[in-house]
């Protein structure tokens, strides 16, 4: 992508995981900060499902590091996104107010990213990882103390569709910037 001559199209990551982490691991929480944090000092832009738990720390990191956070919420408005989902405020410069519940919303989430990072997560990140995998968009697996990573190489491995535009990390900066790479591949020069 050439930045001089189109400086406002910043590239634009999701990252999708476990509103609850319970099940994550120590480190889970951390490396999705980490995560934010690496989206941020590349100057992308982080997308999240506007929740809790991995998707929150990872717009902390971006937050903390200057970067900018948008999130997708399911809801039709704030006061839905605060009360009948208990949905997060924090750490999110712009939110989108889908109405879509869940299911709509992830597939917004995912179709309106070049890229999507998977973390620690249950069925809505397997939900996003297969529909970014369905639409081949790049997409980077966060390796951990969690089953995510291999559940995730099982279906790949299962679905007889190829691996698809997919990597696998267990350190965030490095994965980061594999993600990157694949998404410039795919810009206009």
Known sequence: MNERRHPHLKIKICVS?????????????EKSKNLGEEIA???????TGATTGVPLWAA?????????????SPAS?????????????EYMDLIVYTGFGYSGRNLLLTRSSDAVI????????LNEFTIAFEDN?????LEGDWQTD??????????????GK????????????????????????
């Open 41 to 47: 000092m590349h100057g992308a832009v982080l997308i």
């Open 118 to 125: 998977v973390g620690c997560g249950r069925m809505g990140t």
């Open 150 to 163: 291999e559940l995730i190489k099982k279906i790949i491995s299962e679905s007889h569709r190829g691996p």
């Open 17 to 29: 995981g476990a509103a609850e982490t319970d099940h994550c691991g120590g480190s889970a929480l």
């Open 77 to 89: 408005c704030e006061k839905e996104h605060v009360e009948k989902f208990k949905l997060p405020l």
């Open 60 to 72: 902390m990191g971006a937050k903390e590091s200057g970067g900018i956070s948008m999130g997708l």
């Open 166 to 189: 997919v990597v696998f990390d267990s350190d965030p900066k490095r994965l980061v910037e594999k993600v990157i790479e694949m998404v410039k591949k795919g810009k206009i020069v």
């Open 137 to 141: 968009k790049p997409i980077g697996i």
